[in-house]
């Protein structure tokens, strides 16, 4: 763990919930047994569904939800327990930007109020922190700057919402983005420029990204590298151009379907159509996707399949698969 | 507009908001009709009038908005001139919604086997007991849910379920027209496809007429016959959705739509967002309401407002599209 490449690591991540089910309180897992690299500069894409642990697993890189079980690692560094002091180090290296940026802004700051503080706190002593608010703002297109900077949040579109929730992230002088759903409360027209920003500024301080998100083809094009995630657990690991020839597990490839409008109708009678939670229960067997698995066998609700390694870049946790790669290899 | 056969017809509809900052027109002259069996997807971007427009369809307007001019009828039927009490049994009976979430259409604290018994209590009094729960059953099977779910709360079903549900719901007495407002962006993709081919499903069987609101094109093309755009209150492209997404030419708010968003199939493909802010309904700019945005713009659409004129199988409002073809036109 932790070569020299990667900027960030994690080891066998184990993220535990507490949760109430009718009288009883149950232990889940949303996040299971994930390890996983990003290289410096790197766009990782986490794609899955509502309930696929996308979400706590970011937040858990984050360092905003307590990791159970496995280690984390920035630069070589354990930073899987940290105190609260060493916590805001790691906070100033590695900050998360959400889905709903209206409720991650103070509503009666201006922007200026709400992005001086950071900047003031981190800045270097030669940086005169007004002139580097300046610099932020043109850096993410929130122009006239003038103008912007006496607006409060309620004043400003969704995607100047964004941008500013950007900008606040980017005071820290950060190495790592944590983006959670960061364009899917937003129009269309206006998402696809936060998308284009976020590969700007990867190229300008050479940050990692790490992009969370349910919406296949856009994690395609951002990423260059996709963890397909369900049940808490990691199903396929591929490169973004990979993953749309070659993807291998069900389903990646259902969603992949789903994304294209294409492929046979989707229609089944199931009773339940989405990821429930037994599957992040402890006690469960086999493998997550299982009961929603169009090629389930019995081994799959008896053994959970662990990841087997196709080529360089490309794992697969799929009975199926390893199968007709243990048959094609004879 | 106004054909005879049609399901539903709009006329001129304009629908205006009363805010503090003053008068928004949300629906702006906008003239549409639905045939028997079609589905209509209308699409375009917050605050272009979409939702405004299924509201206005239903008559459901909120109280500070209202039809200012223009007729909506369902199968020639004026459900503005309509009393309270003739619109409470025409709706559900002949023209029904579906919600983006089905939460807004089931009542958390009644089963959901109780809502659909109501449903029958108060349109079909005369039904038996027997006959109401086979009809329910019947309703049930078209959209997969097993009977047992009757006992249910909304609550305790997932959201592809309860949307089912409100589905079920909707087509109980067999109406000639259901609105669909975002039916399905709340769901995951997989699900959202499920339910996609679900109203498919049994909209061929029923062959109901759907007006379907949507931002996402891709998806509506999927699921319409026919693809309405709007921008700023007004319909600025219609046509067949069969070629739709390869169509020729499309209108340049369309064209950046279509730009906006990642494709799975296109390598070397770079999304390019739309450039300047979505437009003010309160104060709308002369000319065409997409000119400030528009790398197409000249000075006849800054001076006025184009309107609807066929071009090849489609519709478009646009002075650019119609000085190309009237150019080709000439030589």
């Known amino acids: 763990m932790g070569e020299r490449k990667d900027l960030l690591s994690a080891d066998n991540l184990v993220v535990r919930f507490r949760q109430a089910q009718g009288f009883r309180r149950a232990v889940i897992y949303p996040v299971n047994q994930v390890s996983l690299t990003i290289a410096r500069n790197e766009v990782l894409g986490i794609v899955g569904e509502s309930g696929s642990g996308k979400t706590t697993l970011g937040r858990a890189l984050a360092g905003m939800v307590p990791i159970a079980q496995g280690s984390l690692w920035l630069k070589g560094r354990n930073v899987t327990e940290l105190n609260r002091k060493r916590l805001r180090e790691y906070w100033a290296e590695v900050q998360m930007i959400f889905q709903d940026v209206y409720n991650s802004l103070n509503p009666v700051y201006t922007v200026e109020q709400q992005l001086l503080f950071p900047i003031q706190h981190h ?28 607006r409060l949040p309620h004043e400003l579109s969704g995607g100047q919402r964004q941008r500013v929730a950007i900008v606040r992230a ?42 969370i998100t349910h919406d296949l083809p856009s994690a395609v094009y951002l990423c260059d590298r996709i963890l397909v995630m369900y049940g808490g657990r990691i199903v396929e690991s591929v490169s973004a151009d990979n993953l749309v020839k070659h993807s291998q597990h069900p389903y990646t490839q259902r969603l992949l379907a789903a994304a294209r409008f294409e492929g046979p109708e989707e229609s ?16 469960h067997r086999g493998c997550p996707y299982a009961e929603r698995c169009p090629i389930v066998s019995e081994i799959c609700t008896q053994t959970r399949p662990e990841l087997v390694q196709i080529n360089s870049d490309h794992t697969v946790a799929c009975h199926a698969v390893s199968t007709s790669l243990e048959e094609r290899n004879g | 507009m106004s054909d005879d056969t049609a ?23 906008v003239s549409l009709a639905v045939a028997p069996g079609h589905i209509l997807g209308v699409v375009g ?114 959201g592809g379920m309860r949307q089912r549900i409100a589905i079920a719901m909707a087509i109980a007495l067999d109406p000639v027209l259901v609105v669909m407002d975002e039916p399905t962006t709340a769901l995951d993709a997989v699900v959202q496809r499920e339910i996609l081919d679900e109203i498919r499903r049994i909209q061929e069987i029923k062959r109901f007429a759907v007006v379907f609101i949507s931002h996402d094109l891709r998806l509506v093309s999927y ?29 340049p708010y369309t064209q950046g739509l279509l730009d906006s968003v990642p494709k799975l199939s296109g390598e070397g493909f770079t999304i390019r967002a739309i450039p300047g802010s979505p437009p003010d ?16 713009a000249y000075d006849a659409c800054l001076a006025a407002s184009p309107i609807l004129r066929s071009v090849g199988s489609s519709k478009f409002a646009c002075f650019d599209i119609e000085r190309r073809e009237n150019e080709k036109a000439h030589g």
């Not at chain 2, 017809?9 to 928004?24: K, M, P």
């Not at chain 2, 309904?281 to 197409?296: D, E, N």
């Open chain 2, 223 to 251: 699921i319409s016959t026919e693809i309405a755009v709007m921008y700023a209150g007004k319909i600025v492209e219609v046509g067949s959705a069969h070629h739709f997404m390869a169509a020729a030419h499309h209108h």
């Open chain 1, 123 to 150: 800045a270097l002593p030669n940086v005169e922190p007004d002139q580097e608010l300046e610099r932020l703002l043109h850096l993410t297109g929130l122009t006239p700057a003038a103008a912007v900077r006496t």
């Open chain 2, 7 to 29: 399901i539903l017809t709009v006329d001129h509809a304009t629908v205006v908001y009363g805010s503090e900052a003053g008068l928004a027109q949300a629906v702006n002259d």
């Open chain 1, 268 to 283: 089944s009678a199931r009773s339940s159509d989405s990821v429930t939670s037994s599957v992040l229960l402890e006690s």
């Open chain 1, 170 to 211: 980017l005071a820290s002088g950060p190495e790592l983005l944590v983006a959670d759903e960061p364009v899917s409360m937003l129009d269309v027209s206006l998402g696809a420029d936060i998308l284009q920003l976020l590969l700007d500024l990867r190229a300008e301080f050479g940050l990692s990204i790490v992009y």
């Open chain 2, 281 to 296: 309904l309160v104060h709308p700019v002369r000319g065409c309401a997409f000119h400030p945005r528009c790398s197409a």
């Open chain 2, 45 to 158: 971007e917050s605050g272009c009038g979409k939702s405004t427009l299924a509201q206005a369809i239903m008559r459901l307007l909120s109280p500070n908005a209202a039809l200012v001019e223009g007729r909506i009828a369902v199968r020639g039927r004026d459900m503005y001139r309509m009393s309270e009490n003739e619109l409470r049994m025409f709706r559900w009976k002949h023209v029904s919604m579906v919600f983006q979430s089905a939460l807004v259409t089931l009542n958390p604290v009644i089963p959901v086997g109780k809502q659909f018994q109501e449903i029958f209590q108060i349109h079909e009094p005369t039904m038996s007991q027997v006959q109401v729960r086979k009809r329910i059953e019947e309703l049930l099977s078209l959209v997969r849910i097993h009977p047992q779910n009757l006992s249910n709360y909304a609550h305790e079903l997932s």
